[in-house]
């Protein structure tokens, strides 16, 4: 049983091994790619105005969830004082 976990343990040390990485960049290509980034810029957003359809939308939602937020506190309180 012995032999076994020391084979394992070997096997684990020889995975640990530094791997060496080639960190060398290519510096033409990243020149090229700062260019080509520079010749197209990303356009600006700017912000829409909501439509009434949306506004109305969002206030009915928040009207609907306070109902129904209420309506569950106030059948709470109705199951307690029964």
């Known amino acids: 049983m012995l032999p076994i976990m020391a084979k394992k343990k070997a096997k ?3 995975s640990q091994a530094p791997v060496q990485k080639n960190t060398n960049v290519d510096t033409e290509l990243q020149k090229e ?3 080509q980034l520079d010749k197209r810029p990303i ?3 700017e912000k829409k105005k909501k439509s009434k359809f ?3 939308t969002w206030i ?3 009207f609907m969830v306070v109902v129904m937020a209420g309506s569950v506190i106030y059948a709470a309180i109705a199951a307690i004082g029964h």
């Open 33 to 35: 790619v700062i260019r």
């Open 12 to 14: 684990k040390k020889v």
């Open 43 to 45: 356009p600006k957003v």
């Open 60 to 62: 009915m939602s928040i």
């Open 54 to 56: 949306q506004v109305w």
